[in-house]
């Protein structure tokens, strides 16, 4: 079964627009940069590439045929499907194993996006259609967090006995790695000029 990945579209949309910019940026450093101008121009853009990976592009929530897989911005969080007691959406998905709390940095209920689904479910009530009012019986005032919240119920009620691993929350070795080769372009700036 392949994984289902849920994130932030625009986030990661927007980081790979960020990452050919920057490719093209490189490429014109090299080619037509001159030392050390060019060298605190790189550190600038490889600090601002490594933000934009570890908050825009890295963040995701993975669901597995084992269990879920969280992917926040430093850290990385597994959940078999038999240790997920309950998933709750506040701003953010939260998911609760045990005496381990993980909330997940992405997809996320913001303020605006509640009310302009609570505005679309008033509406769709209030209409003549019948589908409407259906739809809006079935959907209510749901985010796209919430969705992805019902769905991951779902899938640890279903998947419980094909579930593997133990709950467990470490580092992120790529995250960590960018942020160091960021701040290495920052050092090396700063000795050259």
């Known amino acids: 079964m392949k994984p289902q990945v849920y994130r932030s579209k625009a986030a990661w949309i927007f980081g790979w627009v960020w990452m050919v910019f920057a490719a093209w940026n490189v490429w014109d450093l ?48 597994y959940v078999p499907w038999k240790g997920v007691d309950d998933v709750s959406v506040t701003n953010a998905i939260v998911i609760e194993s045990g005496d381990t709390t993980i909330r997940c940095w992405t997809p996320q209920a913001t303020a605006r996006e509640r009310v302009r689904a609570a505005s679309r479910a008033a509406k769709a009530a209030k209409s003549k259609d019948r589908a409407e009012r259906a739809m809006a019986e079935v959907l209510g005032a749901r985010t796209h967090a919430d969705w992805v919240a019902d ?35 920052v050092v090396a700036a700063v000795v050259v000029s």
């Open 30 to 77: 090299t080619a037509h940069g001159h030392l050390p101008s060019a060298l605190i121009a790189g550190a600038v853009l490889g600090v601002i590439t490594a933000l934009v990976y570890v908050i825009g592009m890295r963040p995701a929530v993975v669901a597995e045929e084992g269990g879920v897989r969280v992917r926040n911005v430093l850290r990385d969080a």
């Open 151 to 185: 769905q991951l119920i779902e899938m640890s009620r279903s998947r419980r006995e094909s579930s593997s691993g133990e709950t467990r929350v470490t580092w992120s070795p790529s995250a960590l790695a960018a942020l160091a080769a960021a701040l290495a372009l």
